[in-house]
């Protein structure tokens, strides 16, 4: 299928420092979505994208989707404890989702 | 109800037994999907109901995976004769079928088969 890769797999910070994520696809994207899941927990969705070279600010996260619409990423600014989880992209087709491998962020307190 | 119900939330099988997994989806919510979600991985559709309807099952990864949802609310997702590589978390995800919706998940049932 049209998989999204994402990037990188882990990610370890200190806190306060700044986190990224990339979301790519070698096929345009007709929208985007990004998920938290917190460990043990299950996917919350965190927001959509769905137009070229669209920037979405949440509090601390910076959402962004490319001007191809190809890529997106999410960037945490001073991150903290509480942001620790794992962060999912996904496209929507046909209904369903599919979804990138994630990338896990642990932050050090 | 406050949210998408999942139960068991944990199940222990021996390779073999025939497991069913119970998802309630949020009250008037007409979508109703089930995910497979491997340890270290992302979830992994496998299929999805519009009220009674099963409009998508392409991601079922054998015939001893088998879902429904008889009267268009609660579903069922069933796995005959476990095998090992069945042991993963089961997700439902359930929308109001509105295109514009996202999906709302399930704690899941984690499955681990002996």
């Known amino acids: 299928g049209q998989q999204v890769m994402q990037i990188p797999q882990y990610q370890h910070v200190q806190e306060g420092e700044d986190f990224t994520t990339y979301c790519n696809s070698s096929?345009?994207?007709?929208?985007i979505q990004w998920y938290k899941q917190r460990p043990g927990g299950h996917p919350v969705f965190l927001i959509q994208?769905?137009?070229?070279?669209e920037v979405k600010k949440q509090k601390r996260l910076t959402f962004q989707f490319g001007e191809a619409k190809k890529n997106s990423s999410l960037h945490i600014t001073a991150t903290q404890t509480t942001d620790v989880g794992t962060y999912f992209c996904a496209r929507k087709g046909g209904g369903k989702l599919i979804f990138g491998q994630g990338t896990e962020l642990s932050v050090k307190p | 109800g406050a949210g998408v119900s999942q139960s068991p939330r944990y199940k222990v099988a021996k390779r073999g037994q025939d497991v069913a997994l119970r998802c309630d989806p949020i009250?008037?919510?007409?979508?109703l999907f089930w995910y497979q979600q491997a340890l270290g991985q992302g979830p992994e559709f496998l299929t999805y109901f519009q009220n009674e309807a099963q409009l998508d099952k392409s991601g079922l990864p054998s015939d001893r995976f088998f879902a429904e949802r008889p009267e268009g609310s609660v579903s069922t997702l069933k796995i005959q004769r476990t095998q090992q590589e069945d042991s993963a978390v089961y997700l439902c995800a359930s929308n109001t079928g509105l295109s514009t919706d996202t999906q709302y998940f399930g704690p899941g049932t984690r499955l681990t088969v002996l």
């Open positions: 096929t345009t994207l007709s929208n």
């Open positions: 009250s008037g919510h007409v979508s």
């Open positions: 994208l769905v137009k070229s070279g």
